[in-house]
């Protein structure tokens, strides 16, 4: 699986995980956020792209993203599509959390933003979704405060 950097280009997920903990390193006394979300566009009956940021946000100072781009067959539901988002991002943060681990470093913050809210066609899975992310042992953010989806992997799903 690849990742892109807009300063690094493409990078395999070893090297996210290597610049990621370089970037925490740089400074150490700052506190960080490990936020991931995914965003999805679907193309009228042809095909759907999935996103997935991934994003280190050093609190109050600003941050680095990656993101992952996939095109999959076409999903006419949108709550297919919602709950494959939400898949897409507890999978990159299981295996970066698995990965912080080994390297003694699992103090990390991690939220999954999840591109659902209180006002239209989404509200309905608000519970559902943020339910598979608590019980996964992370802490769910929606819209307004999901950025990581609604901006960061939003900006690259067309």
Do not use: C
């Amino acid at each position: 699986m690849f990742f892109y950097s807009p300063t690094k280009g493409e990078l395999p997920f070893a090297a996210v995980f290597q610049d990621l903990v370089e970037y925490t390193n740089q400074n150490p006394e700052d506190k960080y956020k490990l936020i991931i979300g995914t965003d999805s566009h679907a193309f009228l009956n042809e095909s759907v792209v999935f996103v997935t940021a991934v994003v280190i946000h050093r609190v109050g100072k600003g941050g680095r993203y990656y993101y992952n781009k996939q095109k999959t067959r076409y999903m006419e539901s949108l709550r297919q599509r919602i709950y494959y988002e939400t898949f897409l991002s507890l999978e990159a943060a299981t295996r970066l959390t698995e990965k912080l681990a080994e390297n003694g470093q699992d103090e990390l913050n991690v939220e999954i933003h999840i591109d659902v809210g209180e006002k239209g066609e989404t509200r309905d899975m608000i519970k559902e979704v943020v339910g598979m992310v608590i019980g996964s042992g992370y802490d769910a953010r929606i819209k307004p405060d999901s950025f990581g989806a609604t901006t960061v992997a939003d900006r690259y799903t067309r």
